[in-house]
């Protein structure tokens, strides 16, 4: 069933992501800008780095100079200003904490995809720059969307079972987090997803696993279907992380793959415009 957002408040919704670029399309500030579009939002990017991929793996990532990163985001900032700001891939431990900088005071929900590394395993974040996101980026979140192993390297510690996640969760609500959406990973035939607000009960959240699915890029992808319905207006966290999930399913299930290797999610395939009908 299709539970209606509540309605939206902006005429011209702008979303801002600050992300890594994937040449392959699949993931990174691509995903992001493809799903804004699709879901009526303006999107801009600040680009933080650059891998050389495809479909089939990694082969060079380029982080860029902190002060062109910067740059990007005050040139965004000063002129169209966003209505949310989604941050993916970031880089190093300096360039965290100065975006970190720019954005602490904001009124903008900011939704932090903590990407650490690529579906193929190639790393996108070393250990000090996984302290300073959770330092510095987690406490200034609206909501956090990490997988697993961004939990266990976020909180410091193994996620083995479902007493470890709650306990990992609280590591990251004690350090500033106030929301996460974490990717619990699959329980047989299902996907699960764990919304947890500090003080609240937890949310679990599930859609079928779809065996040989469209994976790369599949977070991102989330992550910037959930920053267009908070630029849309809407509000309430569950509808909007409920109604994130079923239409990136649906961008996973699409049986239109791309590339030899591991396919990316099909953004065309992301159910379009606003599902309140405003
Ligand atoms: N950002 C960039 C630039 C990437 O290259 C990747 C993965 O390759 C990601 C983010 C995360 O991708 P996913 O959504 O598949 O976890």
Not at 215 to 226: E, K, N, R, V
Request: proline letters at 6%; hydrophobic letters at 45%.
């Amino acid at each position: 069933m299709r539970v209606p957002l509540d309605s939206g408040h902006a005429e011209h919704p702008v979303a801002l992501t600050i992300a890594g670029s994937d040449p392959s399309g699949g993931a990174g500030l691509q995903a992001d800008l493809k799903t804004f579009q699709q879901l009526g939002v303006y999107g801009a990017s600040a680009v933080t780095l650059i891998t050389v991929q495809n479909t089939r793996g990694v082969s060079r990532v380029q982080l860029l100079p902190e002060d062109l990163v910067l740059q990007q985001i005050d040139a965004v900032l000063s002129d169209i200003p966003p209505h949310a700001i989604k941050t993916g891939a970031l880089g190093g431990e300096d360039l965290i904490r100065s975006i970190a900088a720019r954005l602490a005071g904001g009124t903008v929900p900011l939704v932090v995809d903590p990407v650490l590394v690529s579906k193929h395993g190639a790393p996108l974040a070393d250990p000090p720059a996984v302290v300073a996101l959770r330092e510095n980026l987690l406490p200034l979140a609206f909501l956090v969307t990490p997988n697993r192993h961004e939990l266990e390297r976020l909180a410091e510690m193994p996620v083995g079972d479902l007493v470890e996640m709650r306990r990992a969760i609280e590591r990251l609500h004690e350090a500033g987090a106030k929301r996460l959406l974490v990717k619990a990973g699959r329980a047989g035939d299902r996907m699960l997803h764990w919304l947890a607000e500090a003080g609240k009960e937890t949310v679990v959240l599930e859609t079928p696993w779809v065996q040989g699915g469209n994976q790369h890029g599949s977070g991102c992808t989330l992550a910037a279907t959930i920053a267009s319905f908070l630029a849309l207006g809407h509000s309430d966290l569950a509808v909007i992380c409920r109604q994130a999930i079923d239409r990136v399913w649906q961008a996973v299930a699409s049986p239109r793959h791309f590339g030899q290797g591991i396919s990316p999610v099909d953004h065309m395939a992301i159910e379009s415009g606003d599902p309140s009908g405003s």
